[in-house]
């Protein structure tokens, strides 16, 4: 793979974004990462990066705000795109749909759908000059069955994966490949207070997976031996969705 190529990972202070950073940069990308507020959350990223002597850029982007996020992208890469764009951003906010604010509603939404919008549209057209690229966005086990409690969650990932199949068709002619990948339970922050007894059950697996597990899947559909897939997502999640 050509040293040059770069990876956006859009949410990777941590989890699976800072795992596929490190994964893509082990196959030769350089990394662009963004994270929300100050870059220092970073940091640790960096030093791993720069050790494997790869260039690394941070950036600052609240993917929720629409004109900054657009601003920022548009001013960080113009006409030069990245390879690889790697939407990872999202949060949850868990409640019964009869009791869920409309602020836990809109926080979600529009973090884990919204905010791929606002970060990936721009890069669009460049990267339709560019006649090459892989769009990867990151769903959810709960965006293709739906979670009870999670209604707001489920919404956003399902949406990311309409988007997905939907952008995949659109861009296919110019080489550019778009799927996403959807995680079961990973042993991430988001996942560390959930009570396991109850879960591991519906796992044949009988384990959570590991934030390296599904950057392994990434690095699939960032590197060339994907030159087939579009369109497609791809569970990690030990069986719990067949």
């Known amino acids: 793979m050509a040293s040059d190529r770069l990876a956006f990972i859009i949410g990777a202070s941590r989890g699976i974004g800072s795992a596929a950073a490190l994964r893509l940069a082990r196959d030769g990308f350089n990394i662009a990462a963004s994270c929300r507020g100050d870059t220092s959350r970073l940091d640790g990223l960096r030093s791993q990066l720069e050790a494997m002597g790869r260039t690394f850029l941070p950036v600052s982007l609240d993917v929720t705000d629409r004109e900054a996020s657009i601003r920022t992208v548009t001013e960080l890469f113009g006409e030069r795109p990245p390879f690889a764009v790697v939407y990872n951003a ?5 409640d019964l749909f009869a009791w869920m604010s409309s602020r836990e ?5 529009r973090t ?3 905010g791929f919008y606002n970060c990936v549209q721009p890069l669009i057209q460049p990267m339709m000059s560019q006649r090459c ?5 990151i769903s959810s086990a709960s965006g293709q069955v739906g979670r009870p409690g999670q209604v707001n969650y489920s919404a956003a990932k399902a949406g990311l994966i309409g988007a997905v199949k939907a952008l995949a068709g659109e861009l296919g002619k110019r080489g550019i490949l778009v799927n996403a990948v959807a995680p079961g339970v990973i042993d991430t922050e988001m996942t560390r207070d959930l009570d396991m007894t109850k879960i591991l059950p519906l796992i044949p697996l009988g ?3 590991t934030p390296e597990e599904v950057a392994a899947v990434i690095s699939f559909l960032a590197g060339p031996y994907s030159d087939y897939v579009t369109g497609q997502v791809i569970g990690v999640n030990g069986g719990l969705v067949c």
């Open 133 to 137: 690229g892989r769009i990867i966005a």
């Open 112 to 114: 884990g759908l919204d």
């Open 105 to 109: 509603w809109d926080d979600v939404v």
């Open 207 to 209: 384990r959570k997976g």
């Open 90 to 94: 999202g949060i949850s906010k868990d």
